[in-house]
């Protein structure tokens, strides 16, 4: 045990660390994920200094003195840096709420306490500092710390968290109906991780924990179904079964026959969690309800949306649009949209809602331009760390676990598509998930030593 912490401690924390909003949020507030992810990120982030993954024949402090080296030479680390102080400010100057100006006799949302910065509702600011520092340290784990096997082992320790807490809420017959917002996106990276951990096993020779990978996918699965809407709930299926196809081949070109039959074993296997779950702990309407659109195919795409949807998802669009142009730069404040939407009139018209049904327009209302680069920055300097790990991999001909590199690709992709159709991209659990994945990607390409001392290529040692 001790050996396995040693060689994998990191990589499981950093995985719970991503992990925690999904787990907690159907059965805790606010402000219990937000202390949850501020202390495991400050255990997190010793753990990478002091617990790193080495290279072979190093020692462990080399290896720490080489993570601390890249941490204080990377810029995305420095980045994160300041918008976690940038963020802990904005938590500072909360308070902004809605009330009646008898004055003035119209009712409006107050100014944060320091005008000239941007604000918060109150309640709202630190779930989002929380999430920023737990970011910064899940994604500069990913990126600088793990070796090839405990790449393999934070999405393996990510998905059977992610399907434990599934299971927990599938046997307390919790799900949602919130076709604005729900854990189900992130449910659905968890499920697409437990697929691509499987066909890891066979790699990292844990063959032995088959059943818990097909717990795992199967758990995992449980929570996307209970917790999505239509859109993301097909938009997951679909990926799934290309990301089996794509697994099973790459076990096939890269592995043996017998392996591609064992990784098709845990998937069948897999299917017992949910369907068992449904049968005999869901209420059944509710099963009906999530899987409603599945009858109605030949109605596609009409069938993954409601009748009225896109009108609804207008207007609500227009309410954001209206409020970014008052604040273009800094925005309303994060957690003021049901605020501003209830004071101009959208609630007297049906809109009531916690955010619109686009996660993009969520962003720029609240967090202006200003918060769409805070988003953007990071992800630019992993999508360059990724093409140039690419381009050397391609030059020098490099092996790569190919299918946690599609995984990072993909999951931007999936959150850029469901960001247009509700706002689940915007929660902390898409976000951790999304950019832990991504930067896995990056760094399961591996870089040779381009120049020895002779001027010829040498390779790097190969990783723990």
């Given at each position: 045990?001790?050996?396995?912490?040693?060689?994998?401690?990191?990589?499981?924390?950093?995985?719970?660390?991503?992990?925690?909003?999904?787990?907690?949020?159907?059965?805790?507030?606010?402000?219990?994920?937000?202390?949850?992810?501020?202390?495991?990120?400050?255990?997190?982030?010793?753990?990478?200094?002091?617990?790193?993954?080495?290279?072979?024949?190093?020692?462990?402090?080399?290896?720490?003195?080489?993570?601390?080296?890249?941490?204080?030479?990377?810029?995305?680390?420095?980045?994160?840096?300041?918008?976690?102080?940038?963020?802990?400010?904005?938590?500072?100057?909360?308070?902004?709420?809605?009330?009646?100006?008898?004055?003035?006799?119209?009712?409006?949302?107050?100014?944060?306490?320091?005008?000239?910065?941007?604000?918060?509702?109150?309640?709202?600011?630190?779930?989002?500092?929380?999430?920023?520092?737990?970011?910064?340290?899940?994604?500069?784990?990913?990126?600088?710390?793990?070796?090839?096997?405990?790449?393999?082992?934070?999405?393996?320790?990510?998905?059977?968290?992610?399907?434990?807490?599934?299971?927990?809420?599938?046997?307390?017959?919790?799900?949602?109906?919130?076709?604005?917002?729900?854990?189900?996106?992130?449910?659905?990276?968890?499920?697409?991780?437990?697929?691509?951990?499987?066909?890891?096993?066979?790699?990292?020779?844990?063959?032995?924990?088959?059943?818990?990978?097909?717990f795992a996918m199967g758990g995992s699965a449980t929570g996307l179904f209970y917790f999505?809407?239509?859109?993301?709930?097909?938009?997951?299926?679909?990926?799934?079964?290309?990301?089996?196809?794509?697994?099973?081949?790459?076990?096939?070109?890269?592995?043996?026959?017998?392996?591609?039959?064992?990784?098709?074993?845990?998937?069948?296997?897999?299917?017992?969690?949910?369907?068992?779950?449904?049968?005999?702990?869901?209420?059944?309407?509710?099963?009906?309800?999530?899987?409603?659109?599945?009858?109605?195919?030949?109605?596609?795409?009409?069938?993954?949306?409601?009748?009225?949807?896109?009108?609804?998802?207008?207007a609500l669009s227009d309410f954001a649009a209206t409020f970014w142009r008052e604040n273009?730069?800094?925005?309303?404040?994060?957690?003021?949209?049901?605020?501003?939407?209830?004071?101009?009139?959208?609630?007297?018209?049906?809109?009531?809602?916690?955010?619109?049904?686009?996660?993009?327009?969520?962003?720029?209302?609240?967090?202006?331009?200003?918060?769409?680069?805070?988003?953007?920055?990071?992800?630019?300097?992993?999508?360059?760390?990724?093409?140039?790990?690419?381009?050397?991999?391609?030059?020098?001909?490099?092996?790569?676990?190919?299918?946690?590199?599609?995984?990072?690709?993909?999951?931007?992709?999936?959150?850029?598509?469901?960001?247009?159709?509700?706002?689940?991209?915007?929660?902390?659990?898409?976000?951790?998930?999304?950019?832990?994945?991504?930067?896995?990607?990056?760094?399961?390409?591996?870089?040779?030593?381009?120049?020895?001392?002779?001027?010829?290529?040498?390779?790097?040692?190969?990783?723990?």
């Amino acid at each position: 045990m001790q050996a396995f912490i040693s060689k994998y401690g990191l990589a499981a924390h950093l995985a719970l660390l991503a992990v925690t909003p999904l787990f907690l949020s159907p059965f805790c507030e606010e402000a219990t994920i937000a202390k949850s992810l501020v202390w495991m990120s400050a255990i997190g982030a010793l753990w990478l200094l002091l617990e790193p993954s080495r290279k072979s024949d190093e020692m462990l402090h080399d290896a720490r003195l080489r993570v601390a080296g890249a941490l204080v030479r990377d810029p995305l680390f420095w980045f994160f840096v300041v918008i976690a102080l940038l963020s802990g400010l904005r938590a500072l100057n909360g308070g902004m709420e809605r009330i009646y100006d008898p004055s003035v006799r119209r009712w409006l949302v107050t100014a944060p306490p320091c005008g000239f910065f941007p604000g918060c509702a109150t309640g709202s600011g630190f779930l989002s500092f929380a999430t920023i520092l737990a970011l910064g340290v899940v994604v500069e784990g990913c990126r600088l710390a793990l070796g090839k096997s405990a790449r393999t082992a934070f999405a393996a320790t990510f998905s059977i968290a992610a399907a434990s807490g599934g299971v927990a809420a599938a046997i307390a017959n919790l799900h949602s109906e919130d076709l604005v917002s729900s854990p189900g996106l992130a449910f659905g990276f968890a499920f697409l991780a437990s697929i691509v951990a499987a066909a890891g096993i066979f790699e990292c020779r844990w063959q032995r924990y088959l059943l818990l990978f097909s717990f795992a996918m199967g758990g995992s699965a449980t929570g996307l179904f209970y917790f999505s809407t239509p859109p993301v709930l097909f938009s997951f299926a679909v990926a799934g079964v290309l990301f089996i196809a794509g697994s099973a081949a790459y076990l096939a070109i890269c592995r043996t026959g017998a392996d591609v039959a064992r990784f098709l074993v845990v998937v069948v296997v897999s299917a017992v969690v949910p369907v068992l779950l449904g049968i005999c702990t869901v209420d059944p309407e509710v099963t009906r309800t999530h899987g409603a659109f599945a009858m109605t195919m030949a109605e596609f795409p009409d069938n993954l949306f409601g009748e009225g949807f896109w009108e609804r998802r207008a207007a609500l669009s227009d309410f954001a649009a209206t409020f970014w142009r008052e604040n273009m730069w800094t925005g309303t404040g994060v957690g003021t949209y049901p605020l501003e939407l209830w004071i101009s009139g959208g609630s007297a018209k049906g809109l009531a809602s916690q955010a619109p049904l686009n996660g993009w327009w969520l962003l720029l209302s609240e967090r202006g331009i200003i918060g769409a680069i805070a988003l953007a920055v990071p992800f630019a300097f992993m999508l360059y760390s990724l093409l140039h790990r690419a381009w050397i991999a391609i030059r020098f001909r490099r092996a790569a676990f190919f299918p946690l590199v599609a995984l990072g690709i993909v999951a931007p992709m999936l959150v850029a598509a469901d960001g247009l159709v509700d706002s689940s991209a915007m929660r902390p659990d898409a976000i951790l998930a999304a950019f832990a994945l991504f930067a896995l990607a990056a760094s399961s390409l591996p870089i040779p030593r381009l120049l020895g001392k002779g001027g010829n290529e040498e390779d790097v040692k190969g990783e723990a």
